[in-house]
């Protein structure tokens, strides 16, 4: 019986050593899973992630440059003749039509001699002809008859160009031998020297401060199609003297919208030419001078919302452009990050933010921004 009972003591104590065993190898093997995966998923890109967010795009307009009179004119002598006399200093005030600079225009008045004298042999010319056209109409002769009359019209033909030539280096004459003002205004600069001839800088300088004076701002075109600007709208405009530190807020007016030269932008990986635009600003206050430092800043939400995203996420590739975001599926051992391609529209974008028009990034899906290396569909990865 004793027997019995210590074999049947035996058996038991054998299966719980076995259970034990058995218990510990599983716990081992659990253990090392764990640790197997936990080092796999260390191996892992990390990633940081954002959500998108919903709302209308910011468009922002900064620019700066130097003001300008409104009504400036460079004025010079085309004809290049030596200046003979200068009838006004910088800083005067002067009136519209008043001489400003009087040339040498002995050349010009000579041409003009010669050329009176070439149309009085014309005219001396022209009465032999007549004389002649007179004769053959007595004589009855035929022949000669037309070839006089072929050579009186010519004459008529040539005193007629002869007159016309006079007449117009008199009018040039008339135009260049002297600069007057186009406008009421100040004389701002006298580049003229009298006995030479003009250098490539105007003569003289002329403007009317109290029209005004402009600002130029060089604006993508796509920007200010999104920022809503139209001429007669109204800006502040910062000025800053270099006399006074302080900067003075101006309402400013925008007077015209022209045309400038396309530039290139390589930003997004692919070349693309962007049509740009001048937006001219007119700026009125009794204090300007001329010369100041101007600044506007002018910010615009867009009519348009949708789902938001940050710069950092978008791609460009050879055929459109795309984000990265993840894909979670749920594991025995924890969840499971999986990176997916995902093709996106972009509707408007500033220098932050996207908008993006796709239905395949929704407002709870997580967006890749930053990865600690290159990704590609499919990869695993683990969040920061």
């Known amino acids: ?53 919903f709302g209308s795009m910011e468009h922002q307009l900064e620019g700066s440059g130097i003001l300008r009179p409104l009504a400036e004119a460079k004025l010079t002598n085309p004809a290049g003749w030596k200046v003979s006399t200068i009838a006004v200093k910088e800083g005067d005030i002067v009136k519209k039509g008043q001489t400003l600079v009087t040339y ?12 009176m004298a070439q149309l009085e042999k014309q005219k001396i010319e ?9 004769a053959s109409t007595t004589e009855g002769d035929a022949m000669n008859l037309r070839s006089a009359g072929r050579d009186l019209e010519t004459g008529k033909l040539n005193l007629g160009v002869q007159e016309r030539k006079i007449n117009e280096l008199r009018d040039r004459l008339a135009s260049r031998e002297q600069i007057a003002a186009p406008f009421d ?11 030479l001839a003009s250098t490539g800088e105007p ?31 109204k800006l502040q405009v910062e000025v800053r003297a270099l ?19 396309a ?19 007119k700026v009125t206050d009794p204090e300007l001078k001329g010369g100041e430092q101007a600044f506007v800043k002018l910010v615009k939400r867009s009519r348009q919302e949708g789902r938001l995203i940050s710069n950092e996420a ?34 408007e974008s500033n220098d932050k933010e996207t908008m993006i028009e796709s239905g395949d990034v929704n407002m709870n899906d997580l967006v890749i921004l930053e990865s600690s290396e290159p990704l590609q569909d499919g990869n695993r990865v683990r969040l920061q």
Do not use: C, W
């Not at 022209?126 to 007179?134: A, E, F, H, K, W």
């Not at 300088?205 to 600007?229: C, F, K, M, W």
């Open 1 to 53: 019986m004793k027997t019995e009972l210590h074999e049947e003591l035996g058996q038991r104590r054998r299966k719980r050593n076995i259970q034990i065993v058995f218990g510990l190898f599983i716990g081992l093997l659990l253990i090392f899973t764990i640790f197997s995966n936990t080092l796999q998923s260390l191996a892992l890109p990390k990633v940081r992630t954002e959500t998108p967010t």
């Open 104 to 115: 040498d225009s002995k050349t010009a008045e000579r041409e003009i001699q010669d050329e």
């Open 126 to 134: 022209l009465q032999s002809v007549q004389d002649r056209y007179i």
């Open 185 to 195: 205004g100040i004389v701002t600069k006298v580049n003229a020297v009298e006995g």
């Open 203 to 233: 003569d003289v300088v002329l403007t009317n401060n109290s029209r005004g004076y402009r600002l130029e701002l060089p604006i993508d075109a796509p920007l200010l199609t999104r920022l809503g600007i139209a001429p007669e709208e």
């Open 243 to 261: 006399s006074d530190p302080q900067p003075k807020i101006i309402d400013g007016t925008v007077y015209e919208i022209a045309d400038a030269e």
């Open 263 to 281: 530039h290139t932008d390589n930003s997004s990986g692919k070349q693309a030419t962007i049509v740009q635009k001048i937006v001219r600003v």
């Open 314 to 347: 978008i791609h460009q590739d050879r055929e459109e452009k795309f984000v990265y975001k993840i894909e979670e599926r749920k594991g025995a051992l924890g969840n499971v990050f999986i990176v997916r391609k995902v093709r996106v529209r972009a509707a």
